[in-house]
């Protein structure tokens, strides 16, 4: 029934246990896939340079360990697990990736 499950985290408490639900029901349904999301905002250019890298670098590192833990939430699961950062509108980016 639940062959693909997309799971979009944030950080916050309540997407890690979101996280641990998806892995239950990863686990009940023996579920093919899992893909974890994390989309963090654009950083606005007009930051200029070095600041804009330092910004953007800083995202993305805050957003990596975001989705470390919400692999950790997850643990072992039978479906093959995919993880991708998305830079942009969380809502866009979950829709696109749902596509």
């Known amino acids: 029934m639940f062959e693909y ?3 979009a985290v944030d ?3 309540h997407s890690y246990h979101a996280a641990r639900m998806a892995a239950d029901l990863a686990r009940a349904m023996k ?3 899992l893909r974890i999301v994390v989309s963090y905002d654009r950083i606005p250019p007009y930051l200029g340079e070095p600041n804009l890298q330092h910004a953007i ?3 993305v590192l805050e957003s990596q360990d975001i989705l470390q833990k919400a692999v950790e939430a997850v643990g072992d699961v039978p479906a093959e697990i995919h993880t991708e950062l998305i830079e942009g509108n969380a ?3 979950i ?3 749902a596509k």
């Open 91 to 93: 809502a866009e980016a």
């Open 31 to 33: 579920s093919e896939r």
């Open 5 to 7: 499950i997309l799971l």
């Open 11 to 13: 950080g916050s408490e």
């Open 57 to 59: 670098d800083a995202r």
């Open 95 to 97: 829709i696109e990736v």
